[in-house]
Each structure stands twice: as C-alpha cells, then as structure tokens.
C-alpha cells in the first residue's frame, strides 16, 4: 500500500477550490455556470487532461468532459467521477458567506454542495499527473451545470457516460458524521386528469358527472397506497379543477410523488398508479408520467456493496472507518440514479462540511486529506 499517492495538503487544495468558489455560479444563470466552467476547463487543460466542453442546452450553462491522457484508444469500461458545478446560491451571496477559513473550516457559498468535491477530483487527478501514475481503468471525470434543478439538461450526458463505465464515484459531500450513500429511493413523478360531464350545478345536477369529486375519490386511493413500514410514499402535492361555484365541474387534476425504496417496489406502485380506474360512471383518467430517479440499494445490488467494501477497507488504511447510510435515509435524488442501470455507484465521496444551501456554508478543513486520500486510492486500485 506504500505505493498509493498522497493527497494534496489542505493549504494546497483551498488555494484551488477557493478558486472555484470565488466565482459565483447559481444554476440559473448559465453566463456565471459557464465563468467557472471555464476555470475548471484552464485549469484540466493546464495540468494536460483532455477536456470537451458540451454546449449548454434549454438555457443552462456547459458541461465539461474531461479524460485523463492515458485513456486513448481504449473501450475498456472505466471510472466515472461526478461532480456539478452550479450551487443554489443566488449572485451576491459571496458577500454574505465570503470565502474565509475560521477554525478549521472554509466558507463559501457552495463549498459543500459541491465545489471541495469537484475540486478533489481535479485534484487527484494533477496528483496522479505530476506523479507520472497511471489508473488500471479508463478515467473521465463529468462536471455538469444543471444539478440542483434535477438535471434536465445533462442526464442524457451523465447516462451516455455511466454506459461506457464500470464505477462512477459521486463526488457530492459525505452525509452527517461522513457517511456515504450506498442506497437511494426511487422517484416517479406523474399528473393524473380527470375528465368528468359539466352542468349547472342547480338545475341539472343530476346531469352532471364531478370530475372534482372523483379526483377526491382518487386522491384518497392514491395516499392509501403509502407504507412507512415499506419504505413507501405516496403525496399528491398539487390539486387543481372546476371553473365556478355553479358548474358541476369538467376537469380536475392532481401531481404525485412517489417514493420507492427498491425496483420491486417501483414495479408494483408504478403497476397500481398506471391502473388506477375511475369510480364514477362516464368519468375518464388520464395518467402520465413515471419513473423518474431509479431505486437502488446495497443489499440489492452485490456490484455496490462490493465497491463500498473496497473503499473501507482503503479507509481503513488510511486510518478512519467509512460508514454508510441506511438504507432507506438516502431519500433525495441524485445523478447517481441515472447511472445505477450501467454502473456501481459510491455517492457522498467529497471532502465534507456543513451548512448546504445557505449562507452558513462551509468545508470542514481536516475532511479534505483523509476524503481526498481515499479518492486517489480508490482510483489506482479500481479494475
Ligand atoms: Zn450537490
């Protein structure tokens, strides 16, 4: 193990991240998202990584595609590192968490959430370039510009890459006291229509057919489907129908989330949302939507379980003990999700802090070597 790389020190590092963090990128605004892309895109191209930087599309900033040099020519399937670089932080907010380190942690708006961990890849891989070293797999790290709005604009990208690879390594922060994500639900996300017979409410009444009644017959199916001893939920979070007081209304429809802790699950609440039958003589359903985030869990999926042994076992050498999550506590969506079909995923691998998405944000200082360390060894004994 004496032949694995050190990280870079931490002075080292925040010289470079806060780099990155100076330069304010709210997804929104794809002239800032692009400014940061690139810095990262000089600074890959400086330390002599072969970058392809992918126009932004639907008014989002670019992403960037960057390998390392000794993966010419090979259709080896590799290592993917994962990163976005857009923050929730509206321009401006430098000035209310300006970049400074106070006992042993870095503020900036979006150090956490993901800039150390975007950073920490760009870092091994100079680390491995200065070194003259070499990965046994392919590499290619993907930074992306749309993340904290779900990712509509590079999930085509972010799939297309998890196709050609064996691992890909999420480089978001480690959860609460340094846990990675080894289990994710899943999400499907649909809009239900109902269509029913309009009259007027008082003289024919009885002509009338109540799409808003039958929405709340459905609605209340919808939340019975819900099993916190399974792990499944089911929310309608928007409702809307009618046109007046005095019509039996037409139309009503609704928005539902559903969260699924395993693919099992997703088939059969996928199977009974899709089946849902109206109640009411002459009313028609109209349902679409469907799997968004895919479910996955470590009990599941042998290929993640096995990477997440690898890595604590090189935590161990480094001198800490890496945990995950239980399963089930990985509820919010990620990018991860869309490469889990091709790859076995590690998510929360960055250096990590605390404060994510507001003005509070910071990098715990003493997370970057040990994350760091573990990043760079991962990536020379993954084959
Ligand atoms: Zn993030």
Known sequence: MTDLLDFDTPERFLEGLN????????????????????????????????????????????????????????????????????????????????????????????????KAGAHAGFAALRRLLEEGRTTPLPLTLVYVSDEEVGS????????????????????????????????????ARYDLAVRGVPAHSGSAHRNGRSAVKELAHQILALERMTDYDRGVTVSVGMISGGTAANVVPEH????????????????????????????????????????NRFPYSKPERPDVAALFDHARSLAADIGFDLQDLPSGE????????????????LDGLGPFGGGSHTNGEFLDVSTIVPRGTLLLHLLQTLR
């Open 152 to 187: 509509q604009t590079s999930q085509a990208l972010i799939e297309a890459e998890a196709k050609r690879s064996k691992y890909v390594l999420v480089l978001e922060a480690a959860r609460g006291g340094g846990r990675v994500v080894t289990s994710r639900k899943g999400l």
């Open 19 to 114: 780099a990155w963090v100076g330069i304010e990128s709210p997804t929104s605004d794809a002239a800032a998202v692009n400014r940061v892309m690139d810095r990262a895109q000089a600074d890959f191209e400086r330390i002599g990584a072969t970058v392809e930087r992918v126009p932004g599309t639907g008014g989002r900033g670019d992403h960037l595609v960057v390998r390392a040099p000794w993966n010419a020519g090979s259709n080896e399937r590799g290592v993917t590192l994962l990163s976005h670089l857009d923050t929730v932080h509206p321009i401006g907010s430098l000035a209310l968490n300006p970049i400074r380190t106070e006992d042993g942690r870095a503020y900036g708006p979006g150090i956490n959430d993901m």
């Open 330 to 345: 990985g509820s919010g969506g990620s990018d991860g999700q869309f490469c889990i079909p091709y790859a076995a995923v």
């Open 252 to 291: 009503a429809t609704c928005s539902i989330d559903l969260r699924v802790p395993t693919m099992a699950d997703a088939r059969e609440l996928t199977a009974r949302i899709e089946g849902l039958a109206p109640v009411t003589p002459d009313v028609t359903l109209t349902i679409t939507g469907g799997m």
